[in-house]
């Protein structure tokens, strides 16, 4: 019996055990559901929503870039795009064959293309071909029965009206790369997103953009999408207007032609760039579209290189347009007055060293005026070894010489003005008198580039108002565009008699009865302009070739031939406009350079960018369409033979160059 008892003891015990043990199992699952179910409901509630609907980015439409009227010069067009879905058709070798017999299909692409559909899930489209034109994207259509699988997207693409006409302006846009993806922004995850990867394209990236929408859509547990439950549009990218005036840059760069040549035109008072045209060019709707390794190898191994902003970032010996800033350091240190005269024999001897005059047996006397009207290189030796190199050189950086601009776009050049200091600091060894000399004519080691060139000008014209360039109405603060209000600018510290010592020495180099480039003279209702000629030389002419004849021009080869520059300012009377011009290798400035400027001031005088438009005026320059192919052709045929006319009105002043010989290190005209 008291076995029993102790038998019954020990089974409650256990039962109790067994009880508590389950009663604290239900407790703790009880509690994890509760904590599960309710604590952590919303989370949960989160994740299965996640697995069942997913957000995709919406590109948002890339703002227009216009110029200073509206013209579009950067827009959006429709662009349909040919996609297979592997899962719908049965062979997809044979579908992209019969694809290839409609529109033509590369063997990389059909290589592509099947890389890709074994890569990704069988449901997900890949695409075969971008930019179909209407008729390929309906013939595609029209065959859909015989192309199972293939299907037409449409998107849009960025488009160029202009093509070649501004596009070192412009820039490009192109796929992300991997060294774009810093940013946060999750457009640049798209695999077809494009962004600015030079010029305004580039600086204006962010507010060209926009801002991405977003489309949630119901997928299924492989992500194959059920239906779109709802969306949400981006916000488009804003519009960038540009001061160029797209009429003049489509002159600019048709009358450069296919030199290797560069053009500038701004208005004297505000900085506005009117036209920047920088020949040969590119088309940048090839890098939208995806340059093939072919294109790309053309455009890079052009000797004239295409793919630079020569306006820009080329830096060349400004030759005898630099001439008036040695002119205005002359003037302004009281050194040597606009009346004082020296004599050219044709030569200056300093040492046992010979300095040439481009005119072989000299000009005579002359002063400040005539020697500039004639660019004579004596009369400058001899001003330069009286004033020096130091008042040179900060004259030359007062005119805007020598320093970056900053431009809005990329890739500027800064030139050089050299001095005592730089040359011990760059290259260790001491200046001398000879270098001063040679600078005079702005050869040795002075460059510049036709924009700062045509700032020089400008600052000329203006009666020395320190203008900087501009290119954009708006600048980029926080990924916003704001409006730039109207600039107000210092003054450079030159005196108005000089200013206009030298702008009526350009007069008369336009103008004068020996002026180097009177050949280029204009007169549009009393309106004249005003100009310097400038020759550069690319090579040093040697005391063999002099003694036995200098080589000309024609007879080098063509990396070795002068280049050509000018800059002038009109209306002369009341100066608005300045230019300049440079054609690399082409030989005389009066011969090659001036006739451009002369024909491209006569189109601006003629547009007058700077003028108030009512808006009907507006309204019919906006809606003129970009020219054609062929009116590009016809149009650069006529400016063709408007320059060989000229060319022959020339003949005098180039064959009284022809008389002379270069100059040490330079030719003055």
């Known amino acids: 019996m008291q076995k029993d008892g102790d038998r019954s003891k020990v089974f409650t015990r256990r039962v109790v055990l067994l009880a508590g043990g389950k009663a604290l199992l239900v407790t703790l699952l009880g509690a994890r559901m509760y904590y599960l179910q309710v604590m952590e409901a919303e989370k949960y509630r989160t994740l299965a929503e996640e697995n069942r609907i997913n957000m995709r980015l919406i590109p948002p439409p890339r703002g227009r870039i216009v110029d200073r009227f509206g013209i579009p010069v950067a827009v959006n067009r429709q662009n349909f795009r040919a996609l297979v879905v592997a899962e719908r058709t049965r062979d997809l070798e044979q579908t992209l064959r019969t694809f290839a017999g409609l529109v033509p299909l590369t063997d990389y ?19 075969v071909r971008e930019n179909l034109t209407w008729e390929q994207m309906a013939m595609v259509q029209v065959n859909a029965p015989d192309l199972p699988g293939v299907i037409i997207d449409e998107g849009l693409t960025r488009d160029y009206p202009y093509a070649d006409l501004a596009s070192h302006i412009l820039g490009y846009v192109a796929a992300v790369s991997e060294d774009d993806m810093d940013g946060d922004d999750p457009l640049l995850q798209l695999p077809d997103f494009r962004i600015g990867k030079a010029g305004i394209e580039k600086v204006y990236d962010l507010p060209l953009r926009g801002k991405s929408g977003a489309s949630q859509v119901e997928v299924n ?22 001061t160029i005036d797209m009429r003049l840059q489509d002159y600019a760069s048709r009358r450069l032609g296919t030199d290797s040549a560069a053009c500038v035109v701004m208005d004297v008072h505000t900085g506005e760039v009117l036209a920047m045209a920088s020949m040969p060019a590119y088309d940048p709707n090839a890098f939208a579209r995806g340059l093939s390794t072919k294109e790309w190898k053309a455009l890079a191994g052009n000797p004239r290189a295409p793919l630079r902003n020569k306006a820009l970032a080329g830096q060349y ?11 205005l350091a002359a003037m302004e240190s009281g050194i040597v007055g606009p009346e004082q005269t020296f004599y050219c024999p044709g030569h200056l001897t300093l040492g046992n060293h010979r300095f040439h005059c481009w005119k072989r047996w000299g000009h005579g006397h002359l002063n400040m005026v005539g020697a500039i009207e004639q660019s004579c290189d004596v009369y400058f030796y001899e001003v330069a070894r009286r004033i020096g190199i130091g008042r040179i050189a900060d004259m030359a950086r007062r005119l805007g010489l020598g320093a970056d601009l900053d431009l809005e776009l990329p890739g500027e050049a800064s030139g050089l003005i050299p001095t005592k200091a730089w040359k011990s600091a760059t290259l260790g060894q001491p200046w001398v008198q000879g270098e001063t000399l040679v600078a005079s004519i702005g050869q040795g080691y002075v460059l510049a580039t036709p924009l700062q060139l045509a700032v020089m000008t400008a600052r000329i014209a203006n009666d020395g108002l320190a203008v900087r360039p501009t290119l954009c109405r708006q600048r980029v603060a926080d990924g916003r565009l704001i409006t730039e209000p109207t600039p107000s600018f210092d003054s450079v510290g030159v005196s108005k008699q000089a200013m206009a010592v030298v702008k009526h020495a350009m007069w008369r180099v336009v103008n004068g009865d020996r002026g180097t480039a009177r050949g280029s003279a204009i007169d549009v209702d009393g309106q004249t302009m005003a100009g310097k000629t400038g020759t550069s030389q690319v090579r040093r002419i040697s005391m063999r070739e002099r003694e036995t004849g200098v080589r000309k021009n024609e007879d080098l080869p063509w990396k070795f031939r002068d280049h050509a520059l000018f800059v002038g300012f009109a ?53 003129a369409p970009p020219p054609t192919a062929a009116e ?14 000229l060319a022959e009105a020339t003949a005098e002043t180039a ?11 330079g030719n003055g005209q």
């Open 632 to 645: 590009r052709r016809r149009r650069a045929e006529a400016k063709a033979a408007a320059a060989a006319a």
């Open 317 to 327: 010996a400004p030759g005898s347009t630099f001439k008036m800033a040695v002119a």
């Open 109 to 127: 692409d059909h290589q592509r293309v099947l890389k890709e559909s074994k890569r990704r899930r069988s449901f997900v489209p890949v695409t």
């Open 571 to 623: 209306p002369a009377e009341a100066p608005r406009y300045a230019v300049s011009v440079i054609v690399e290798h082409a030989g005389g400035g009066s011969r090659f350079a001036a006739p451009i400027a002369h024909d491209v001031m006569l189109e601006t005088l003629r547009l007058d960018p700077s003028r108030r438009r009512t808006p009907d005026e507006l309204a019919a320059i906006r809606e």
């Open 655 to 665: 064959a009284e160059a022809a008389e002379g010989s270069p100059g040490q290190g």
């Open 221 to 242: 547990a492989v992500g194959r999408m059920i239906r779109e439950l709802r969306r949400e549009e981006g916000e488009p990218g804003h519009e960038v207007q540009l």
